[in-house]
C-alpha cells in the first residue's frame, strides 16, 4: 500500500458500528458445542492475539478510532439470562476500558469519540443487539441509557416482544405495540435506532414510527448480494431521505454468495454511493461475530484495505473520510449529542 493512502486512513476518523467482541471475553457464558467463537476471557482486550479478529492493538494498528461493541442477545439461547447476560457484558465492556484507560475511553456523545481520536485513543461506545435484553420493560431502556448504551436494534434474527426478526421469514411481521413503544422511547433517549436483523415489515413499521434518521449498523445490499440480511434499494433510498447510515458488514455470505473479498464490500460501497450518494455508507465489520472473513480483510489490522480499495476506483479524499467514519459521526452528532 502507497504512503499517501496509508496517511489518508490514518489521518481519517474510523469508525466501526458493529463487533461481537465482547461476547469473546465473557467467561460465564455457555457457548454452543463446536462453538465458532474463540473464548478470549483470559486473554481480555489488551493483548494482541491471533484469535478472532479485535482487540485494542489490532485496532490501534487498523487504524479504528472508534469501535462500537454489541451487547448481543444472541438469539434465544441466551434468553432466560438475557438482562444477566447484558449486564455481565457491560461489567466486562467497563473493566476492559478501565484496565487499558489509556489506549481505550467509552464514548457516549460524538465529543467523546473526537476527544479520544485526538488524544490517540480508541473510543469505545456500546450497542444493544437485540432488545429481548430489556425483557419486555420500556423501563430498562432508560437503565441501559444511563449505562452508557447509545445504539439499539429490537431484534437478533429472531421473534421477540418487540418485533419479528429476518429469520421470521414465513410470518413477515412487523413491530408489536411494545415495539412501537420502545421506538419511541428510543428516539426520546437521543439513542440511535439499529435496523439491522429486523424483518423488512418491521423495517417499513420502524419507518412509520421513528421520528430522527436510522442506521442499520452491519447490513449491505440486497441487490448486490440476495440476502434477507441486506438491504433492498427501496429501504436504502428510504432510509437515506432521512439521513440514516447503513456500515458494511464483512460476514462473508451478505458480501458475495461465492467468494467474499475486500473488493466485494466495496461493490457494495458503490452499489449505495450510485444509488443515493455517498453521505450514507459506512464501516459495521461484524468483527468477532463471524465464522470466517473476506479475503484482504482477515482481521480489524487490514482495515486500510478498504481505504486502498476506495482510492483505486478514485474516491475523492472528502468521500474516503466520509466513509470511513464521517458519515456515521454526523449521524451520531444529530441524533446522541
Ligand atoms: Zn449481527
Not at 224 to 240: F, G, K, L, S, Y
Request: contains cysteine.
Amino acid at each position: 500500500m502507497d504512503d499517501i493512502t496509508l496517511k489518508l486512513h490514518r489521518q481519517a476518523t474510523v469508525v466501526d458500528t458493529h463487533c461481537d467482541t465482547l461476547k469473546c471475553l465473557m467467561p460465564t457464558f455457555t457457548l454452543p458445542r463446536n462453538s465458532q467463537w474463540d473464548d478470549r476471557s483470559n486473554i481480555g482486550m489488551g493483548v494482541r492475539s491471533d484469535l478472532g479478529h479485535i482487540d485494542i492493538p489490532r485496532l490501534k494498528e487498523g487504524g479504528v478510532n472508534c469501535q462500537v461493541f454489541a451487547i448481543s442477545s444472541v438469539r434465544n439461547r441466551t434468553r432466560p439470562y438475557a438482562l444477566r447476560t447484558a449486564m455481565e457484558m457491560i461489567d466486562i465492556f467497563y473493566q476492559e476500558c478501565e484496565k487499558h484507560k489509556e489506549a481505550i475511553a467509552p464514548a457516549t456523545t460524538h465529543g467523546d469519540i473526537i476527544k479520544a481520536a485526538n488524544e490517540g485513543k480508541v473510543a469505545a461506545m456500546l450497542s444493544i443487539e437485540g432488545a429481548d435484553v430489556i425483557e419486555g420493560k420500556i423501563g430498562l431502556l432508560r437503565v441501559f441509557h444511563r449505562l452508557g448504551v447509545r445504539m439499539v436494534g429490537l431484534v437478533h434474527s429472531l421473534r421477540n416482544e418487540l418485533a419479528d426478526g429476518v429469520a421470521d421469514d414465513r410470518t413477515k411481521g412487523g413491530l408489536s405495540e411494545l415495539g412501537v413503544q420502545a421506538v419511541e422511547e428510543l428516539d426520546r433517549l437521543g439513542t440511535l435506532i439499529d435496523i439491522s436483523h429486523l424483518s423488512d415489515a418491521g423495517f417499513w413499521d420502524l419507518m412509520d414510527v421513528a421520528k430522527g434518521p436510522v442506521m442499520a449498523s452491519h447490513s449491505n445490499s440486497r441487490a448486490v448480494c440476495h440476502h434477507p440480511r441486506n438491504m433492498t434499494d427501496e429501504m436504502i433510498q428510504a432510509m437515506a431521505d432521512r439521513g440514516g447510515v447503513m456500515g458494511m458488514n464483512f460476514a462473508p455470505n451478505f458480501v458475495h454468495p461465492t467468494q467474499a473479498t475486500v473488493q466485494g464490500v466495496v461493490d457494495h460501497i458503490d452499489h449505495i454511493v450510485n444509488l443515493v450518494g455517498p453521505d450514507h455508507v459506512g464501516l459495521g465489520s461484524d468483527f468477532d461475530g463471524i465464522p470466517y472473513t473476506p479475503i484482504g480483510l482477515k482481521d480489524v489490522t487490514k482495515m486500510p484495505n478498504i481505504t486502498a480499495e476506495l482510492v483505486e476506483r478514485s474516491y475523492s479524499e472528502e468521500d474516503v473520510r466520509k466513509i470511513l467514519g464521517e458519515n456515521h459521526l454526523r449521524l451520531i452528532k444529530e441524533v446522541i449529542g
